[in-house]
């Protein structure tokens, strides 16, 4: 099975039949989270995220369902389907996943889809740790992660000596 990512607050969703996308919003914990160091932002998403007020516009534009010229769209999720289901969060939800799709009343059927599920990619010092030095430098030829790993630690040398003088 390939590796598939968390869903969590701000993954961007869409309708099949609706004309936009809108942004999921995380309202049934704030406990687990994921791609997030502070644990503020990102919460990860369970099968509990139903309603109508799941969503930040509570909308995918015009629903093409709901007749002919098609009418607003408003959102009322009743369950997820493709989830992780061998986990549960503190709140009894189970995971929601990239590939997890909800029903939607007025469909009746799976027609909202995850298009992003959310995470952002940063930086942290064990990726500099992990970098391999000559790719790096065919990559960036002007910046040595060895000697900027040098420096600091250097610089951090340095603070240390100046905080056991005070």
């Not at 309202?27 to 995220?49: G, R, S, V």
């Not at 969060?89 to 009746?108: F, P, Q, W, Y």
Request: charged content about 20%; proline content about 4%; some cysteine.
């Amino acid at each position: 099975m390939a590796e598939k990512y968390v869903v969590v607050q701000g993954a961007t969703c869409t309708c099949q039949f609706g004309n936009t996308t809108d942004i999921l919003q995380v309202k049934t914990h704030a406990k687990e989270f994921a791609n997030d160091q502070k644990a503020i932002e990102k919460p990860i998403a369970t099968t509990l995220e139903i309603g109508t007020s799941t969503f930040r516009n509570n909308s995918f534009g015009s629903c093409t369902q709901m007749g002919n010229p098609p009418p607003p769209c408003k959102v009322n999720l009743t369950q997820w389907n493709g989830f992780y289901e061998k986990l549960t969060l503190s709140n009894g939800g189970k995971v929601l996943l990239e590939d997890s799709r909800a029903i939607c009343a007025v469909a009746g059927v799976p027609c909202i889809s995850v298009v992003h599920h959310g995470q952002i990619e940063e930086l942290s010092e064990q990726n500099f740790k992990n970098t391999n030095r000559k790719i790096q430098s065919q990559l960036n030829p002007l910046v040595d992660i060895v000697d900027m790993e040098e420096e600091k630690e250097q610089y951090l040398a340095q603070l240390r000596s100046l905080i056991t003088l005070e």
